[in-house]
């Protein structure tokens, strides 16, 4: 099992930027895909970005596709998603999550295994 726990979020200006991370316990996160997920007030819960196991490989929602970056760094157990020139519609709370042994998650909530908690990003001015 792995525990996540996701940080960075906060208030940020329309066009300004944000790192969010997620720490995952665990001496196996290497073998689990990764990705976020956000969920806007009154809306579903959807797909932002997924990574690959080793980071080779990355996979974007066209909402977020251009303006943000996933990566992690599997020594030190951390995921980001960095975000670029950000809009009031980015306004969510931004899930971390994971599943073992599939090569990306799935782009539907469904298909997690694993989630944080949430960090909450509000752009607004």
């Known amino acids: 099992q792995v525990q996540l726990v996701e940080s960075g979020g906060g208030l940020v200006q329309p066009g300004g930027s944000l790192r969010l991370s997620c720490a995952a316990s665990?001496?196996?996160?290497?073998?689990?895909?990764m990705g976020w997920f956000r969920q806007a007030p009154e809306k579903e819960r959807e797909f932002v970005a997924t990574?690959?196991?080793?980071?080779?490989?990355?996979y974007y929602a066209d909402s977020v596709k251009g303006r943000s970056t996933i990566f992690r760094d599997n020594a030190k157990n951390t995921m980001y998603l960095h975000m670029n020139r950000l809009k009031p519609e980015d306004t969510a709370v931004y899930y971390c999550?994971?599943?073992?042994?599939?090569?990306?998650?799935?782009?539907?909530?469904?298909?997690?295994?694993?989630w944080g908690k949430g960090t909450l990003v509000t752009v607004s001015s």
């Open positions: 990574i690959s196991w080793n980071g080779g490989t990355t």
């Open positions: 999550a994971a599943t073992r042994g599939v090569a990306f998650l799935t782009t539907t909530p469904d298909g997690v295994e694993y």
């Open positions: 665990g001496r196996t996160f290497s073998s689990y895909a």
